[in-house]
Every structure is written in structure tokens, then in C-alpha cells.
């Protein structure tokens, strides 16, 4: 397979193939897109976390408010912010149905595949859970704010960003993290918590393989004392809370300044040290190309990182630049999140249908049979996100929940299936096997020969 | 999961896909349940040292939660804990205390949780698959029905060689005998996806004639995902299946401990008690072990949780094993009596308390448990908590 080959960009870097888009993509193009018009999010727009309403602001105030009225008994001030809540109820379901449909739009949609691609893999390297009802509708607003607009900027800025971010901050607890010697912690006799500075070093940056012990996560734990998040006021740098005195971690030395530039100097630290290098490139290799790449892509994408300080667009070009990224065979297998999108767009699902999609549809059409699949939507089990090896997928169940999706699901989003025995070139175009023809050809309804090449292995892998 | 020998019975195109033989009997009549407490059970709250002088001032807060049960003098049991007291009372359920896997130092979940389930000494060059899967191999006789891993998540710990299914109560599959037939067509060639469908087949098959009755068990929130999974193991374990594992999450107690882990514990019962119910009397073959990667700092944190530690405790329940006791070697709790200054010393392998139980059980011979299952496991004395 040729560097290039427009099939294999648009399979194994992009969302898949279909009869709706041109999908003549080039490596040059895919990057050319990439810092580009932003066109997915513009037609299907998702709010950022800053401006995705309810904010926790709203929120607080509305629990401020209400204590003051039940103080006071105030029958009818509670009354009215029991509506207010019920509002927010419904608004923040809205937002979550609103920004899942969404995804499925863009991922289903786009003209720029890879860029959803990398969207998924940053998010899910980045993992943010909401664990309770009043960040539910901030999980993709955190990703559209965070993540969506630094894809091709430093791996630095990025990290920053995220670090710092209110969901980040109180999904690892950080918010629960304080100087047990600080003003706050002598009057508080509250402490350290170390969930922050140890997902950081394990996930976000060097991997567990990294040269750092027990007590870099406690000294870089210490240092990260002053990020908090206060409902009403975001994200904030709280001296008081600040662990006194100098912190050492891998070795070098940050001063007892207690100030915010201190922090920023650690996650740079961390950001371009070689060991993030690394992680950062055999991550992204092993997302896009294989469960085993081939080392010389990710020395080539690790080097480039090196030599441009975390420069994420040169990252991926030197991947995308490697012929081992196209000649390595079709291996990988979709994640429930890419497979459903990619089946539709090789449906050719338009816009109307996303446009009208109603909460029903979403809910048991996609949402639930993705968890059947084992991708419980924005809900993985821990800070380490969702598989991306294809055994941890392809398992009985897993396969269940793929066949029985493709079987039972798409002709209920359309009037007409296709011809199963076209829709193999559509779907497959010179990925098409006999085995898949001959399936095509010799099943019983549309439905059934529409299914068995969705849940072909063919269609599977990428 | 990964074998030919599920599918006795089944040859591709011609013959009816999948049809259903008599398994062997298992090869030992007790039920052995696994269940991995994922997030790190704080064991320190769960089975209270409320003897050790110590213990009240590392935990300023934890330690004064109302309604725990006292279990003798030194020991209390969780409050949230209160549904399973008329086990304890008859002896079918216990703990072992201030143990641990020989994972230290780094406290990740994942790397504790890898560490657990694959049963070697060092992550690093660790056993491929888990030690619940190696027992299946070293088993005669055993069929894929021996073992089942239950749920969404991957368990490692029926991970590997030998042939084992798993499921999830919540997927179903109905297909017409022409799709099968098509469907082993286009799997053809991809050994992975070949064997992960024609299971999901068979077992889809399986589970849509199985029994369905359900036990009502009082006290129960049985139309939770932790109850269903009970009851599908429970299911299971009524016929030729041996050995069943799912997991339990919810136990990483950074802050506000005492609402999550009454919450956690509260699943946990719900689990155990619809196990029981649904076994009936198999129950008193029955022994459940509930493992966690490592328990949680001694001392309370700055937020009213723990972090993540080293030494904690393992639960037992079941007909089949000796409860009603805290078996344990305790360290106590002083600053020079803790791990790393920090966590509860283990002071027994968490590996002996199973490789006993998994000894006593099956009857294999120590020695196997000790190179195949464990590698490098000393078991050393018999703890006997075999009846």
C-alpha cells in the first residue's frame, strides 16, 4: 500500500468510506484539513465548557439561594427555584443528547476524518468522567474546549490545558489537594492527594514505564497544591493552599515560590521530557496503525517530537510520512465509537436524519447498544479511558453487540437499504473479500446481507 | 473464549451452526466466585481495628462513623456491612487481614489490578494471562463452560491459554440459520473474530434457554447491574460451570469515604446475598473471595478518604469456607509498624489465602499451585479456611 493510497487514509486514518463524501485524501491533504476551517463543528456545533449552560456557577448559586430561602421559609422563593432546577434538569439532559448526537454527526459526516480521529484519541487520553448529575453535559464541552481546538498545537499547551481544567481538576481530586503545612491545611488539618500528580506522570505524560518513583508523584503532588476550582469563580491559584517550601521532582529542583509559574514549569518539564516523547508517539502509533507498531514509526514521531518541542502536527506528519503507517496490515479493529459512525457513513446517512434524530433513537439505537458493545459513551472505567487493542474488543459479547447492531439497527434509519451486493464496494471498496461477496449475495433480506458485511471482520478492521 | 473445543458440534457451512452437546461434568463439584474490587478497597474501613491504639488517631473522622459491628473485641465490621451479619453469625463469611499481592511502591490501579489478576511476583516478565485461567488449564477435563468471566469489563485474571467464555447479561442475539451460517463465512481467515462470534452464538443460545428462575431475595436491589451479574453467575454455576469472576468497582475513596464506601459495600452485599439466594443449596459448596489490587493509606487524607496504600483486606463468603473470623497476623499501626511509614504492612500474601482455598477445593497439588498458578509462591502454613 502506497503512502497515500486515498482507501487506507480515509479507512485507517479517517472515519471510513461512503458514497456521500470525496474521499480523496492525501497525507498532505489530511494536514492541510487539519489546520483548516474547522467545517465538522461548525455544522454541528457543541458549546465549550465556559459557555455550556447549566454552569456549576449557576448551579452553586442556585443551592446558595435555596438554603437562603429555606432559612428565611420562603415558600415561594423555594418554590421558583425548584422550577429554576427542574429547568437546569432539562436543559443539561438536553445538552447531553444534543452534544452525543453531535459526535455521531461529525464522526459520521466529516470531510475531515482525522481530525475526529485525533479528537477521540486526545479525549480519551485526557479522560475526563463526570461522577456526578451536575457535570453530565460538560464531558464533550470539556473536549470541545480543551482539547478540539489544540489538536495540531504543542503537546505542552494542550497538556496545560487540560491539567488546569475544572473537570480535570475535580475528576482527579485535585480539588481535594492541600499543603498539609499550608495556611489552609495547619487550620483545615486536611492534606495531600495525590490522584492529580500520579495520573499525570503514569497517563498523561512519561506512562508507566517512566523513570519516576513514589516520591516524585509526592513531591510533584505538593507542588500542584494551589490549582483548585471554585464553582462560582473557575479555575483558581490559591496560595494559601500551597504545600510551603522547594519541591524536587526527576531531579530538579522548583523553588518554594508558591506561585502559579512553578506549577507551569513542572508540566512543561513534564510535556517535553523524552520519556513523554516516547509514550505520546507509541500511543498514537498504536491508535492509529497497530496493537504492535513497528518501532521505526514511533522513533521517527518520537524524534520529531524531541527535535520541535512537542510540535503535535509534526508528530503526526512523521507518522504519516512513514511507509510502515500504510503497509502495516489492517490490524487494528474500530472501537464501538468508530465502528457505528462508519456504518453510517457508509449508509450514507444524511444530515436530515441527524437533524431530526429524536432522544429515543439516540438513546436506544446507539447509546445502549454501544455499551453492549463495551463502550459505555463518556463513561469509561478509569482515567486510563478505553481499550484500543482489538482483543480487548473483539470479545463473545462485544461481537453480540456488533452483529446485533448491524443486523437490526440500520434498516431502522432508512426507508431503502442499499443492494448489500454494491453496498460491499461502498462499504470496503478494494478491501472487499470473496467471503463478503458471497455473504452479500446469498443472504436471506437486504437487512441480513446489510448486516453481515458491517460485521464482517473486513469492515471491522482498519 | 478462545478455543475449538467450544464449538463441539459445529462445522462451518453445512451442519446446523451451533448445536448444543452435553458438557462433562466439572471436574470438582465447589463453586469458586472471584470478584475483583476495582479502585482499591480501603480494608482499614471495611474491618475495623478498633483494638489497635493507634488506629482512632490516623483516622480522625472514619473512625467515628455510627453503627458499626463489632466483631469480638479488637475488630469492627462496617456498618454498611450490616446485611451480611447473619452470615458472619453462621459462618460463611470471613476476612483476612493486612495482606496484600507482592505489587509496592508505584499504587497504580492498573498496574495493581494487572499485578493481582495476573498472579506473578513482578509485573515485569509477569505470567501471560490470569492465575484463574491457569487453574482452568491445569484442570482435566475442563471445557470452555468451566470458567466464565461475567460483565463489560476484560478480566484478566480468565485471560489466556485455556478455553473459558464470557458474558454479559445484558447482550442478546437472534439470528436466522442462514446469518449464522453467512456470518462464520465472513469471519473466516480472522481467528479472533471467528471465535468471538461463534461464542457469542453459542452462548446467546444458551443463555436464551437457560432457566430464568429467579429467586427473590429480601433486602436486595435486584434490578441493579451488580445483582444481574450474580445472578447470571449464580445461573452459570447451577450447571457445568466452576468457576466464575466479574468485577466490582467504586472503592477509589479519595474523599468523602464514608458515602462511597457504604455505597460500594452496599453493591457488594446485594452481590454476595444474590449469590447465595440464587444458588440455594449449593451455596454450601460455594466459596467467594472478593480481591482488591492494595488497600489504602492508614491515615485519613486531607478530605475525609485515603490513598492509595499497600496492605488491606480480602472478604470470603460461601457454605464452603470457615468464617466468623479475622484471620490475620496484625502489624498494628504505630509509625514504625507501617509500610513505607504510610500504609498497613502486609504481612501475609494475598496469593497463599487463595492458593489455599483454590488447594483445599479443587485438590490440586501444592505444587502446582505454587509454579503454574502462583509462580514462585511460598504458600506456607494452611490458614484453613476449607471446612
Known amino acids: ?462 | 473464549m478462545r478455543r475449538r473445543d467450544f464449538l463441539v458440534g459445529c462445522s462451518a457451512a453445512a451442519a446446523p451452526f451451533f448445536t448444543p452437546v452435553v458438557m462433562a461434568e466439572g471436574p470438582w463439584e465447589a463453586r469458586i466466585v472471584v470478584i475483583i474490587l476495582r479502585g482499591a478497597m480501603d480494608g482499614l474501613d471495611v474491618v475495623r481495628p478498633i483494638g489497635d491504639p493507634d488506629y482512632g488517631w490516623l483516622r480522625p473522622t472514619l473512625s467515628q462513623q455510627e453503627g458499626e459491628i463489632p466483631l469480638g473485641e479488637f475488630w469492627a465490621m462496617h456498618q454498611a456491612l450490616a446485611p451480611l451479619r447473619p452470615l458472619w453469625d453462621r459462618g460463611q463469611l470471613g476476612f483476612a487481614h493486612a495482606v496484600s499481592t507482592p505489587y509496592r511502591d508505584r499504587r497504580s490501579h492498573f498496574d495493581g489490578q494487572d499485578m493481582l489478576e495476573a498472579g506473578g511476583n513482578d509485573l515485569v516478565g509477569r505470567p501471560r494471562g490470569g492465575w484463574l485461567n491457569r487453574l482452568v488449564s491445569a484442570v482435566p477435563n475442563a471445557t470452555s463452560r468451566t470458567a466464565f468471566a461475567i460483565g463489560r469489563e476484560e478480566m484478566l485474571i480468565l485471560d489466556g491459554e485455556a478455553p473459558v467464555s464470557s458474558w454479559s447479561p445484558e447482550a442478546g442475539l437472534s439470528l436466522s440459520p442462514q446469518a449464522r451460517r453467512l456470518l462464520a463465512r465472513v469471519y473466516e481467515g480472522d481467528p479472533l473474530f471467528e471465535q468471538a462470534s461463534a461464542d457469542a452464538i453459542a452462548i446467546a443460545d444458551q443463555v436464551s434457554l437457560g432457566s430464568g428462575e429467579s429467586a427473590m431475595v429480601e433486602g436486595v436491589n435486584s434490578g441493579t447491574e451488580h445483582a444481574g451479574l450474580a445472578r447470571f453467575a449464580a445461573e452459570r454455576l447451577r450447571e457445568e460451570t466452576r468457576i466464575a469472576s466479574f468485577s466490582l468497582s467504586g472503592w477509589d475513596t479519595h474523599n468523602g469515604q464514608s458515602r462511597d464506601m457504604g455505597r460500594a459495600l452496599g453493591r457488594l452485599c446485594d452481590t454476595i446475598l444474590t449469590l447465595r439466594a440464587e444458588l440455594g443449596p449449593l451455596w454450601d459448596k460455594t466459596a467467594v473471595m472478593c480481591l482488591t489490587e492494595f488497600g489504602r493509606t492508614a491515615a485519613e487524607n486531607g478530605s475525609r478518604g485515603t490513598d492509595h496504600g499497600t496492605g488491606g483486606a480480602m472478604i470470603y463468603a460461601g457454605g464452603a469456607l470457615k468464617g466468623g473470623q479475622v484471620i490475620t497476623d496484625w502489624p498494628g499501626l504505630s509509625e514504625a509498624d507501617l509500610y513505607a511509614g504510610r500504609d498497613l504492612m502486609p504481612t501475609r500474601d494475598v496469593r497463599a489465602y487463595a492458593g489455599w482455598m483454590l488447594r483445599q477445593l479443587t485438590g490440586l497439588p501444592t505444587s502446582v499451585i505454587e509454579s503454574t498458578l502462583f509462580p514462585d509462591l511460598d504458600l506456607g502454613a494452611d490458614p484453613k479456611i476449607v471446612l
Do not use: C
Request: glycine share 8%.
Open chain 1, 1 to 462: 500500500m502506497a503512502i497515500g493510497d486515498p482507501e487506507m487514509a480515509a479507512i485507517r486514518f479517517g472515519l471510513g468510506l461512503g458514497p456521500l463524501a470525496e474521499w480523496d485524501v492525501r497525507p498532505d491533504d489530511m494536514l492541510l484539513r487539519l489546520v483548516g476551517r474547522d467545517a465538522a463543528a461548525e455544522r454541528w456545533p457543541i458549546p465549550t465548557f465556559s459557555e455550556a449552560r447549566p454552569t456549576l456557577a449557576e448551579q452553586f448559586q442556585t443551592t446558595l439561594d435555596m438554603n437562603a430561602a429555606r432559612d428565611a421559609a420562603d415558600e415561594a422563593r423555594i418554590a421558583e427555584l425548584n422550577a429554576l432546577r427542574q429547568t437546569y434538569a432539562e436543559d443539561m439532559s438536553t445538552l447531553y443528547w444534543e452534544s452525543f448526537r453531535n459526535t455521531l454527526a461529525r464522526a459520521s459526516l466529516s470531510r475531515d476524518g482525522f481530525r475526529e480521529r485525533l479528537v477521540e484519541f486526545w479525549a480519551n487520553h485526557f479522560t475526563v468522567r463526570s461522577e456526578n448529575s451536575r457535570t453530565r453535559h460538560l464531558v464533550t464541552p470539556f473536549v470541545e474546549e480543551a482539547i478540539r481546538p489544540r489538536l495540531t498545537g504543542r503537546f505542552a499547551d494542550m497538556l496545560w490545558a487540560v491539567t488546569i481544567h475544572p473537570m480535570m481538576l475535580l475528576y482527579l481530586d485535585q480539588v481535594s489537594s492541600i499543603g498539609p503545612n499550608s495556611r489552609v491545611g495547619r487550620a483545615s488539618r486536611r492534606g495531600l492527594n495525590e490522584n492529580l500528580a500520579r495520573e499525570l506522570l503514569e497517563l498523561h505524560t512519561m506512562g508507566p514505564e517512566g523513570p519516576y518513583l513514589q516520591e516524585d508523584v509526592r513531591e510533584l503532588a505538593e507542588l500542584l497544591t494551589g490549582l483548585n476550582f471554585r464553582a462560582d469563580r473557575g479555575f483558581v491559584f490559591e496560595t494559601l493552599r500551597v504545600e510551603p517550601g522547594s519541591e524536587t521532582v526527576l531531579g530538579q529542583v522548583y523553588p518554594a515560590t508558591a506561585d502559579l509559574e512553578n506549577v507551569l514549569a513542572v508540566i512543561m518539564d513534564l510535556a517535553h521530557h523524552p520519556a513523554t516523547a516516547r509514550h505520546v508517539s507509541r500511543k498514537l502509533a498504536t491508535y492509529f496503525i497497530s496493537d504492535t507498531p513497528p518501532q521505526a514509526i514511533i522513533d521517527q514521531m518520537a524524534t520529531r517530537f524531541d527535535e520541535t518541542g512537542g510540535d503535535l502536527l509534526a508528530v503526526y506528519e512523521a507518522m504519516l510520512t512513514h511507509p510502515l503507517a500504510w503497509e502495516a496490515p489492517r490490524q487494528k479493529v474500530k472501537t464501538p465509537f468508530g465502528f457505528v459512525p462508519s456504518a453510517l457513513r457508509g449508509l450514507g446517512i444524511g444530515e436530515a436524519f441527524f437533524d431530526g434524530a429524536p432522544r429515543g433513537v439516540l438513546r436506544m439505537g446507539f447509546e445502549r447498544q454501544l455499551t453492549v458493545m463495551g463502550q459505555d459513551w463518556q463513561r469509561p472505567v478509569g482515567p486510563d479511558g478505553f481499550a484500543t487493542l482489538a482483543h480487548e474488543w473483539v470479545t463473545p459479547q462485544g461481537m453480540a453487540g456488533r452483529i446485533n447492531w448491524a443486523m437490526t439497527v440500520p434498516q431502522t434509519l432508512v426507508d431503502d437499504l442499499p443492494d448489500p451486493r454494491s453496498f460491499v464496494d461502498v462499504a470496503l471498496g478494494q478491501g472487499a473479500t470473496e467471503p463478503v461477496r458471497f455473504a452479500a449475495r446469498a443472504a436471506e433480506t437486504r437487512a441480513e446481507g446489510i448486516g453481515l458485511v458491517l460485521a464482517s471482520a473486513a469492515f471491522q478492521r482498519r
